[in-house]
């Protein structure tokens, strides 16, 4: 249980890689006034985390619903996957934040707050397409038992307890390692995506043609 605790811990981290998101959560916030900082992330995080969780819970569930079968989601998702970290490994992290989402806001409300913590920060920054496909996956209903899905839930809140701590401490995280520092952690970061994504590829296809 241990050693499926780690794994999937390190698996989660590498998908959802806090530090990765350091630039666009800087650029999304960039007009947020200090104080509201803190309270945006406890609730961009929170947000997220339910999400993820509600998948965890219905989302296996809604793919039976639908008809479609574990292998192809897992073939799927891998290949969605593979892209976002081919994405991670080739492309800077600050020209993603600088190439999406422009629109300039020059003052904040409460609701425009409520507004930025759903869209984009908590989804799809925090709880995009690519963490969502691993969280199905990591709980498959028939390969994990309710005790390594309960685990693999609690590693998902670890990551997001410590995801808000990076979130906190963003404006420190860019004048301590920079921007390149930032870019190297995430090209890292994909490459082992990149390997955890082909192996979901090739289970899903042992498991549709050869199971």
Not at 96 to 107: F, I, L, N
Not at 185 to 206: K, N, P, W
Request: neutral net charge.
């Amino acid at each position: 249980m241990l050693d499926h605790a780690f794994l999937h811990f390190v698996n989660l981290l590498v998908v959802f890689n806090p530090p990765g998101i350091v630039p666009q959560y800087l650029y999304f916030t960039r007009h947020v006034p200090p104080e509201a900082k803190t309270r945006l992330a406890l609730r961009c995080v929170l947000i997220a985390t339910t999400v993820l969780v509600a998948f965890i819970i219905l989302g296996q569930l809604l793919l039976e619903a639908l008809g479609i079968g574990f292998p192809a989601f897992s073939i799927a998702g891998g290949i969605i996957l593979l892209v976002i970290s081919l994405r991670m490994i080739l492309e800077s992290v600050s020209e993603t934040a600088s190439g999406e989402y422009k629109d300039e806001v020059a003052e904040w409300s409460s609701s425009s707050l409520k507004a930025l913590a759903v869209f984009p920060l908590a989804t799809p920054l925090l709880a995009g397409p690519g963490g969502i496909l691993v969280v199905v996956l990591l709980t498959d209903n028939y390969k994990y038992g309710i005790p390594e899905q309960a685990v693999t839930t609690l590693m998902l809140l670890v990551v997001m307890v410590f995801t808000y701590l990076v979130l906190l401490t963003a404006d420190k995280i860019r004048r301590t390692v920079g921007i390149t520092g930032i870019n190297m952690m995430s090209r890292v970061s994909g490459l082992i995506l990149a390997a955890l994504s082909v192996e979901t590829i090739l289970d899903g296809i042992t498991d549709r043609f050869f199971a």
